[in-house]
């Protein structure tokens, strides 16, 4: 059974507003008509607390969910666009594009469904394999990490996996890096003494302010934040969440957030991927 935040975290129930529980809504993720997403599934095997994962999707707006629903309405899909023009031009010392080593970029469909992965002895995020492959290839400088040009990449990439489900690999040599992340999952942070598992564990479904907190699954990352009017990083939303406890954070592209973006990607194995995604 699910529970409130605990005794450590007084200061953030004392911000909700007529606390009560709003369990995820029971509509269907259909993208363009044609597009079934599961946005409802068994949870994975590893997951010890949960019986049943849901997309973040289910926990929005309608106003919000509509967004997603058609691709001309998605605002990310500019970016996407961004991101194809971007993958086309010549960039750095060598004189070529993306496109000059990989000719469609349709040839990275479900690649980011796999991602994070070990690559050569090394975990890897999708940033990682972007950056690595333009210094490379491309003898070009590196893309800041939650920067236009990094996300709109990413999710133009991801865009190819969209409707297949999350497979992240945890076991082998991803093992000690999953093993890691989890224990940032649940370890508590900051003045409030907030882990991730707090939020989006134990309380998933509660209002906190106008706020519908949801398992924070990650598989529509990038994701267009309507707050923000952008395209969000994974690791800028975890470096959120953790400053939010009032806690010194760690860095885009930290080790140790490369270890929890495992963990919580393999918590979201099953569901579709939905990139690019809306939330509120």
């Known amino acids: 059974m699910r529970t409130i935040l605990t005794a450590g975290s007084f200061a953030v129930v004392a911000l909700l507003a007529a606390p009560a529980l709003a369990d995820p809504d029971e509509d269907n993720l259909v993208i ?3 597009l079934q997403m599961v946005t409802e599934t068994a949870a994975p ?5 949960v019986d049943t994962i849901y997309s973040g999707w289910r926990f929005r707006t309608d106003e919000t969910q509509a967004l997603q629903i058609d691709d001309f309405e998605n605002p990310a899909m500019i970016f996407v666009d961004q991101g194809m023009d971007l993958f086309n031009s010549v960039d750095g010392t060598e004189g070529k594009s993306c496109a000059s080593c990989h000719e469609d970029v349709a040839a990275f469909a479900g690649f980011h469904a796999e991602m994070p992965k070990v690559m050569n002895g ?3 995020v999708m940033e990682d394999f972007i950056n690595g492959h333009r210094a490379r290839a491309m003898g070009a400088e590196p893309w800041k990490w939650s920067g236009p040009e990094m996300q709109a990449m990413v999710a133009l990439i991801g865009l190819q996996s969209r409707g297949m489900p999350m497979n992240v690999k945890i076991d082998g ?3 000690p890096y999953w093993e890691q992340g989890k224990e940032m999952y649940y370890t508590r942070y900051g003045q409030l003494e907030l882990s991730c ?3 989006h564990e134990d309380s998933y479904g509660l209002m906190i302010r106008a706020d519908h907190l949801s398992q924070g699954q990650i598989n529509g990352f990038p994701t ?3 707050k923000q009017a952008k395209l969000i990083s994974r690791h800028n939303r975890f470096r959120g969440c953790i400053r939010d406890t009032r806690a010194e954070t760690f860095a885009e592209g930290s080790d140790e957030f490369r270890a ?3 963990y919580v990607a393999s918590r979201s194995n099953g569901l ?3 990139t690019p995604a809306v939330r509120q």
């Open 32 to 34: 363009n008509d044609e």
């Open 197 to 199: 598992a707090n939020c």
């Open 173 to 175: 040599d991803a093992a």
């Open 45 to 49: 095997a590893h997951m010890e607390h």
């Open 122 to 124: 090394k975990l890897v």
């Open 224 to 226: 267009y934040r309507l």
């Open 260 to 262: 929890l973006e495992l």
């Open 272 to 274: 579709s991927v939905e």
